[in-house]
Every structure is written in C-alpha cells, then in structure tokens.
C-alpha cells in the first residue's frame, strides 16, 4: 500500500539545544543526515560487525516491507453487523452494572463469539506481523462515555492489563489509563505550561515507540487533512542497519542518557535503545526497540535539560537512521474513524503525518497502553522499572479514564 500522504508544515518551533549537543532537532534533516554519516565514514573506525551474540539478519512475519505488505497480510479485520450487535449488547451489558469503567473486562464487557477473534489477533500482535486495525465500529452512534466503555471493553479481550499512562488528574495523583491525542494549543492549552509534546500538536510524529507493550489508538474523528498513521516493522530496519552500518547496532545497544520528562528523584537515567534476547526453548530469538527522538533532543516548550550529558554524532547518526529508514520500509494504515489500531510497542514503531484540522472535522484519537499476560513478550531486564511503573498496583476502582482531553503531565511545562 502507498505511503504517500498529504504534507503538513510542522508548526512549532524546535526546543533549544543543550551546550555542546550535535546539531540535530527533533525534525529530522535528511542532508544533515547524510552529512554526519559522511563525515563519520571517513574520519572513524567503525565497527565491520554486529555485537557479539546479536544476530546478522532477523527473519519471520516481523520482516516487513510497507510497500509489498498487502500482497501477504491483510492487517484490517473488518467487523460485520452480528460482531457490531454483539459489541453494542456488551456495552449496555457493563452500563446495566452500575461499575467504574476500571471494571471493565472480558467478564464484564462479554463477547461470547468474537472472543476467540480478540485472543487469536493479540497472537498476531505478539508472534505474527505487530500489528493490526479493528474497522466498523459506529462511533457517532455512541457518546463519549460509551466509545470510552466499548475501546476499553473491546481492548481487555486483546490484552487484560490497561497501562498507567498518567500519575495524576485534575492536580491530584490517579492512575489515568486513558488518555486524548488531539491539538491542544491555543485555548485549550492547560493552564501552567506550554506544550512540550507532539502529541498534543498538529505537527508530524516522527518515527518513535511509546512506553509499554502494546500501544492502541481508537479514532473517533480524523482530520480534515493528513495525520497518517505510519507504522514500521523495526526488525526489517534492524536488518537492514545490521547490513550496511553494523557499527549503529552498537551504538543502539549500549547506554544513552534518556531524558525524565516526568518529576522523578533523577532528571535522566542510563539505558539502552535496542535490546536483544536469545532464542529459548519456548521463544524465538528477538530484537526489542524503546524509544522516543524528543527524550534526547526535545520538543517546543520542553528543551533537553542543560544538566544531562549531551547526546554523541554517533547518537545522532543512528536516531536520524531509525527515522529515516523506519520511513522508507514503513506502512501508512490507512487509519479511519472508528478504527481502532493496535500495535506491539517492542517490534514495531511507528510515525504521524502532519495534519490540518478543520472548524468542521478535528483529529481526536483515544490511546491504551496494554498488556497481555498470556502472549506478552519478556521485559528486558533494564525496563522492568518502567513497565512496574506502567502496569503494577493499579486497581479497578483507581483506573481514570479522563473523557475529555488534556496534556499529561510528562507532555508539558509545567511538569
């Protein structure tokens, strides 16, 4: 499927750099990337070969180029009128119980026959291609509430656990597991900060992973223009990496000072980008990717922070790499109103188009972070702290699901 896509000026102006950063921002520069990799070729000694153990090319389902997918997977399940009753009879079903939508699960939101469905594409998800679309659902027949009751309801037969994606609401803490992507600027801008997010913005994402293992997104309204979802599967990008600058797969395993945009006790921490786990007796051998272009070059209102050490040209050169190639083997999803998209955050990455709204049509998305137990793949050791932040000590009755968009805390200035 084409990735060609509508062009959308970004519109917010880059974050000033910390003393002694490369010259990089968070729009990547395809000259500039060229140049660096130039320079570094002829002035560096640079690695011939892959880390010891990582493997010299990945194969499987995760091995996908955007532009020949279609010939081989149909990632769109389209949702005929028996499934769309049985949905809309769950729904009434959880109202009728008078709970939290923090309750909401496979036993509260029952679907007795597409069930099977849900758990067979959660394997997909997990072991098959990354990702896939839910198409069909009817989301102007419904309110604000009960599209939230029906994502969240249909999302618990795919992955059980919903992901804290905010530690507080309204000014005080809460575990907000739902949250808006939509432009927030102007008016609507929360009060005590500026936006230091693109999410929250009419500028184009470039290519990244958001925390956990599953992201989903649910489209309740598209924009008037652009905002393509675009998805890349990170194991053909490792092998093409792997093929021609084996040295940025070193560069990518090893530490980089991630940014902590949320208040926290330390304002950076040491991990790397890449990761890889051997082959065992009950998994194949994979490649994990986790990362975010603005944690080390900022964006708009929240620039990296002078305190923590600069990022490297090496460093530059593979986030340039990532984007520029995630780009070139990518998939545009085609993504519609009442989709709802739901990707592995480990194995694939993913991108937005700039868009323009209109009075008439603005672009809102609703976002999950998910989990599930039973497919999930293992966390590298070094995230674990972030997925228990993520995942562990939410309840039923603790679960916020804000109806009406705002910036989370780790998306503006005044953090």
């Known amino acids: 499927m084409s990735t060609i896509t509508t062009t959308v000026t970004d519109t917010t102006p880059a974050a000033p750099a910390p003393p002694g950063q490369p010259d990089i921002v968070y729009a990547p520069d395809y000259q500039k990337w060229q ?21 010299n ?38 109202k009728s119980l008078g709970l939290s939508l923090g309750h909401l699960s496979p036993e509260t939101f029952p679907l007795p026959t597409l069930h099977a469905e849900l758990r067979r594409l ?37 992955a059980a656990q919903r992901g804290r994606q905010d530690h507080k609401f309204d000014g005080q803490p809460a575990d907000v597991v739902l949250t808006h992507i939509k432009d927030l600027r102007g008016e609507k801008m929360a009060a005590g900060g500026a936006i230091g997010s693109p999410a929250y913005t009419t500028d184009k994402q470039v290519f990244h992973t958001d925390s956990g293992d599953i992201v989903s997104l649910f489209a309740l309204a598209t924009a008037a223009a652009g905002g393509a979802s675009k998805l890349a599967s990170t194991w053909r990008v490792y092998n093409e ?33 890449m ?11 994979r490649i994990a990717l986790q990362y975010a272009r603005r944690y080390f070059v900022g964006f708009g209102a929240l620039p990296r922070c ?42 694939v990455f993913h991108a937005r188009d700039g868009f323009t709204d209109s009075f008439e049509q603005e672009r809102h998305l609703l976002r999950l972070w998910l989990r599930d137990p039973e497919n999930a793949w293992e966390t ?36």
């Open 35 to 55: 140049a660096r990799a130039a320079r570094r070729l002829a002035s560096e000694a640079l690695s011939k070969t892959v880390p010891e153990g990582f493997p």
């Open 57 to 94: 090319q990945l194969s499987g389902d995760l091995v996908w180029e955007g532009d020949k997918l279609a010939e081989t997977y149909d990632w769109t399940y389209m949702l005929n009128e028996d499934q769309l009753a049985e949905i809309d009879r769950a729904a009434q079903h959880f």
């Open 122 to 158: 959660s394997r997909e998800l997990h072991t098959g291609h990354g990702f896939f679309v839910l198409r069909g659902l009817r989301v102007d027949d419904y309110t604000r509430e009960e599209n939230a009751i029906i994502y969240a309801g249909v999302s618990s037969h795919i």
């Open 241 to 273: 990496i792997a093929r021609t600058r084996p040295d940025l797969i070193h560069v990518l395993s090893k530490d980089w000072d991630y940014e902590v945009f949320e208040k926290a006790d330390r304002q950076w921490t040491e991990r790397p980008l």
């Open 275 to 285: 990761f890889h786990a051997e082959a065992t007796e009950s998994r194949p051998e």
């Open 306 to 347: 002078p305190g923590i050490p600069p990022i490297s040209e090496a460093q530059a050169e593979a986030l340039d790499t990532l984007h520029f190639l995630g780009d070139r083997f990518c998939v545009n999803t085609n993504f519609q109103k009442g989709d709802m998209q739901y990707v592995n955050n480990l194995a």
């Open 380 to 415: 590298p050791e070094v995230l674990r702290p972030r997925w228990a932040q993520l995942y562990e000590g939410i309840t039923p009755e603790s679960q916020v699901f804000p109806l009406e968009p705002y910036i989370r805390s780790a998306g503006h200035k005044g953090r």
